[in-house]
């Protein structure tokens, strides 16, 4: 019963409310605890510890404490994120991934004075996918790094070609930031390209 999946997820989260003392210091502990249910004794355990490692994942995503039970549409939305992040990795690999550019105008002289580069993915099998639904997937798992890079290389390489008042901006993730290799990837990819560095302009996401 649900009642008692909350009672027991509740009893585990209240053993750590308060901080652990360890050699004289105390320690705030955060837990996260995952749940699922058995409607029989015969009920298959591997299938309910698979599941209640589903409900952990979803339980991760709450700040600090929390707890999450067995949610099938949650599930579903999991496994649909791990195909689709397996699916980036030989995209990216085969050159399935392009990018689309946005014209940017100056309103004074309505003159082109730029275009910012837009990440596409177009999958043998899914077709098209959004933005909307991959980029938030390769936030979440880190790959948006490796992502990025390319975007990087590649909007340099075409910029090139482009007339020499027009500029190239490139959208980084918050997280490539944190990883520190930013700088060393922008130099690289102005260096194999021949691109300008006044040319390359970096935008930060609005997801950051």
Same mark, same amino acid.
């Given at each position: 019963p649900i009642m008692n999946i909350e009672r027991c997820a509740q009893t585990i989260l209240d053993i750590f409310e308060s901080p652990l003392e360890i050699a004289s210091t105390l320690i705030k502990v955060s837990v996260t605890v995952g749940c699922s249910s058995a409607d029989t004794v015969s009920d298959d355990h591997k299938g309910l510890i698979e599941k209640a490692e589903q409900a952990l994942e979803e339980a991760?995503?709450? @700040? +600090?404490? +929390?707890?999450?039970?067995?949610? @099938?549409?949650?599930?579903?939305?999991? /496994?649909?994120?791990?195909?689709?992040?397996?699916? !980036?990795?030989?995209s990216l690999e085969k050159g399935d991934f392009f990018l689309l550019y946005q @014209?940017?105008?100056d309103f004074a002289s309505g003159t082109v004075v730029g275009a910012e580069a837009l990440l596409r993915w177009?999958?043998?099998?899914? $077709? !098209?996918?959004? @933005?909307?639904? /991959?980029?938030?997937?390769?936030?979440?798992? $880190? /790959?948006?790094?490796?992502? $990025?890079?390319?975007?990087?290389?590649e909007a340099c390489r075409q910029a090139v070609s482009w007339p020499g008042n027009i500029s190239v901006a490139v959208n980084v993730a918050a997280i490539q930031l944190t990883r520190g290799n930013l700088v060393a990837e922008v130099k690289d990819a102005l260096e194999v390209s021949g691109l300008s560095a006044s040319r390359l302009h970096l935008e930060i996401t609005e997801s950051a």
């Open positions: 991760k995503t709450i @700040p +600090g404490s +929390g707890w999450r039970a067995y949610d @099938p549409a949650s599930a579903l939305r999991q /496994f649909s994120a791990r195909k689709l992040e397996h699916a !980036m990795r030989e @014209p940017q105008i177009e999958h043998s099998d899914y $077709g !098209m996918v959004s @933005p909307a639904t /991959f980029i938030p997937i390769a936030e979440a798992n $880190g /790959f948006i790094c490796e992502l $990025g890079k390319w975007a990087l290389l």
